[in-house]
């Protein structure tokens, strides 16, 4: 299959908790489609959902989203439809940490690109890989056909996703979409592990510590 043929649909969220949470909905959903030939976004489109619960104030902090914001919205059941609309089952879906994401929803058996992992393979030396280091590490901003207006608020659904996939436009001119396929289909090769008491040995980090106690070959 080529890459002209594909779709690559970026999508992000923002919810009421993290997937450990049992009761974490989401409460805005958006998508931005990036062209994998002319490198360009060719659509867009976001929404809130309303929740069945409350949003948590610690959450509240983060994206500043309200009750009175989503008191009106649809439910979420009826915006999955729109969330992939227009996308085939041999399209892409991205997100930014991709696990986050297919937790709420796993996309109807499409494949994921997750830029994270990604970029943790094709920018080792970036200070950080979370969504908003790597715009500025990067230069997003100063780069071409970049709207800055349309990458703000940060942590919201639409300005989200707009960072990634340009974060995604980058990594494409580095690394075919196999590639990225590739890589997101295994755990994340992360350049540092803690060890301090609250450290987790979930599938990243068991996967990295093989990956250099055998040497670095994969």
């Not at 499409?110 to 080792?124: E, F």
């Not at 987790?200 to 068991?206: G, I, K």
Request: hydrophobic share 45%; with cysteine.
């Amino acid at each position: 299959m080529t890459n002209e043929m594909r779709r690559l649909r970026v999508i992000d969220y923002e919810t009421t908790g993290v997937p450990e949470d049992a009761v974490a909905e989401v409460i805005e959903l958006a998508y931005v489609d990036v062209d994998p030939v002319t490198l360009s976004i060719t659509d867009r489109w976001r929404s809130f959902a309303k929740p069945v619960g409350p949003i948590p104030p610690q959450v509240k902090a983060v994206h500043h989203i309200l009750e009175e914001d989503v008191a009106e919205a649809p439910a979420i059941d009826e915006l999955w439809p729109l969330l992939f609309q227009g996308c085939g089952q041999h399209d892409i879906l991205v997100a930014h940490n991709a696990s986050f994401e297919q937790h709420f929803h796993k996309g109807d058996q499409r494949a994921w690109i997750d830029t994270y992992k990604s970029a943790l393979v094709v920018w080792p030396d970036a200070p950080a890989h979370s969504n908003q280091v790597l715009r500025y590490w990067l230069n997003l901003d100063q780069c071409i056909g970049f709207d800055r207006n349309a990458a703000m608020p940060p942590h919201r659904a639409l300005p989200d996703a707009y960072v990634t996939a340009h974060i995604l436009i980058h990594l494409l001119q580095a690394m075919t979409i196999d590639e990225m396929l590739r890589i997101s289909a295994q755990p994340a090769l992360l350049r540092r592990i803690g060890f301090g008491n609250k450290a987790e040995f979930d599938a990243d980090v068991t996967a990295t510590a093989r990956y250099w106690l055998d040497g670095g070959n994969g």
